[in-house]
């Protein structure tokens, strides 16, 4: 199975920051790779798909990138309803495998 | 509008049995794979199993092969996952979701249940 290896783990940033979040697959995946947001007690929202493709209705602020074997999801200037955790997932191979997560938390 | 609604969740005892049901609407149901996500407390997203729109093709994680099976009633838009043989690490809350395409390989999830609780327990 393809292995994910994504970070930080968690951090700690203010309204208006830059925040960069990174996967790194085991194998390469092309750019069948999704980014989802999720806040406590909730489903996952997806985000972004085909590794920078913003799904309608999201915010322009977030971006995505990459190829490969490695993928960044970017908030540009961070806001306050964006405090959640942040997941990767590849679709290339079965089992289609997510990212351990990043919680970005309010400084 | 895609709406999906897991139920069946329950506290059952480690080797028991369970089957998870997701009732789907807003979308004809056939034409797109679905797959089962979980969420153990505190944890992180796991993806479990996923099945094509005829049901015709199956995947599942390595955790739960052997174990879980995945299937679907096209004729009455429901999505159902069997789980025998539990386990304490198959605590989770288990979520439904609706893939972009047809088929699960290369389409991503863009559709999400509320997710039912599952706990194994004695």
């Known amino acids: 199975a393809i292995q994910w290896t994504q970070s930080p783990s968690s951090l700690s940033a203010s309204v208006g920051d830059r925040v960069i979040v990174t996967c790194r697959a085991s194998?390469?995946?092309?750019?069948?790779v999704a980014w989802y947001q999720q806040k406590p007690g909730k489903a996952p929202k997806l985000l972004i798909y085909?590794?920078?493709t913003l799904e309608n209705g999201v915010p322009s602020r977030f971006s995505g990138s990459g190829s490969g074997t490695d993928f960044t999801l970017t908030i540009s200037s961070l806001q306050p309803e964006d405090f959640a955790t942040y997941y990767c997932?590849?679709?290339?191979?079965?089992?289609?495998?997510f990212g351990g997560g990043t919680k970005v938390e309010i400084k | 509008e895609v709406q999906l609604a897991e139920s069946g969740g329950d506290l059952v005892q480690p080797g028991g049995s369970l089957r998870l049901s997701c009732a789907a609407s807003?979308?004809?149901?056939?034409?797109?794979?679905m797959s089962w996500v979980r969420q153990a407390p505190g944890k992180g997203l796991e993806w479990v199993s996923g099945?094509?729109?005829?049901?015709?093709?199956?995947y599942y994680a390595d955790s739960v092969k052997g174990r879980f099976t995945i299937s679907r009633d096209n004729s009455k838009n429901t999505l159902f996952l069997q789980m025998n043989s539990l386990r304490a690490e198959d605590t989770a809350v288990y979520y439904c979701?609706?893939?972009?395409?047809?088929?699960?390989?290369?389409?991503?999830?863009?559709?999400w249940g509320h997710g039912t609780l599952v706990t194994v327990s004695s």
């Open positions: 979701a609706h893939h972009s395409e047809v088929v699960p390989r290369n389409s991503y999830l863009d559709y």
């Open positions: 194998q390469g995946i092309i750019t069948a």
């Open positions: 997932q590849q679709f290339n191979n079965p089992p289609f495998t």
């Open positions: 807003g979308f004809t149901f056939s034409s797109h794979a």
């Open positions: 099945i094509s729109g005829s049901g015709g093709v199956a």
């Open positions: 085909d590794a920078s």
